[in-house]
Nanobody, 125 residues
Framework: QVQLMESGGGSVHAGGSLRLSCVAS???????MAWFRQTPGKEREGVAA????????YYADSVKGRFTISQDSDRRILYLQMNSLKPEDTAMYYC???????????????????WGHGTQVTISS
C-alpha cells in the first residue's frame, strides 16, 4: 500500500512560480511517480514523471522547460517546481505512484495504481 499527500497548490499570476510537494508513505516499493493534472470535463493528463530507481525524468511537451520534477534523497517526497506559469496550467494537480515496473513512465491514468487527493493550482492572467 502507498499513501500520497499533496500540498503546495495556490493562486498566482501568470509568470509566477509554485512548488508542489507529495509525501509518500507505505511499505510498497514504487517504480515510478508522476504528477498529473485535470480540469473539469477533461481527462487527467500526465505532466511529469520520474523513475524512482535512477531518477530518470519525463515531461509532457506542454510543460517542458518550465516544470521540474524531483525527489528528495530518501525518495519519499516528490516535488514539482513550476515556473513561468500560464493560465492554461490552471488545474487540480495529482500525485501518482506505480508499484510495478515497465520500460518507461506512462502518461495515462490507468498506468498508475495509487493517487493522492489533489491540490488546486490557479493561474490568473
Amino acid at each position: 500500500q502507498v499513501q500520497l499527500m499533496e500540498s503546495g497548490g495556490g493562486s498566482v499570476h501568470a509568470g509566477g512560480s509554485l512548488r508542489l510537494s507529495c509525501v509518500a508513505s507505505g511499505n510498497t516499493y514504487t517504480y515510478y511517480m508522476a504528477w498529473f493534472r485535470q480540469t473539469p470535463g477533461k481527462e487527467r493528463e500526465g505532466v511529469a514523471a520520474v523513475r524512482v530507481g535512477d531518477s530518470t525524468t519525463y515531461y509532457a511537451d506542454s510543460v517542458k522547460g518550465r516544470f521540474t520534477i524531483s525527489q528528495d534523497s530518501d525518495r519519499r517526497i516528490l516535488y514539482l517546481q513550476m515556473n513561468s506559469l500560464k493560465p492554461e496550467d490552471t488545474a487540480m494537480y495529482y500525485c501518482a505512484a506505480r508499484t510495478y515496473g515497465g520500460a518507461s513512465a506512462g502518461w495515462l491514468q490507468y498506468e498508475y495504481n495509487y493517487w493522492g487527493h489533489g491540490t488546486q493550482v490557479t493561474i490568473s492572467s
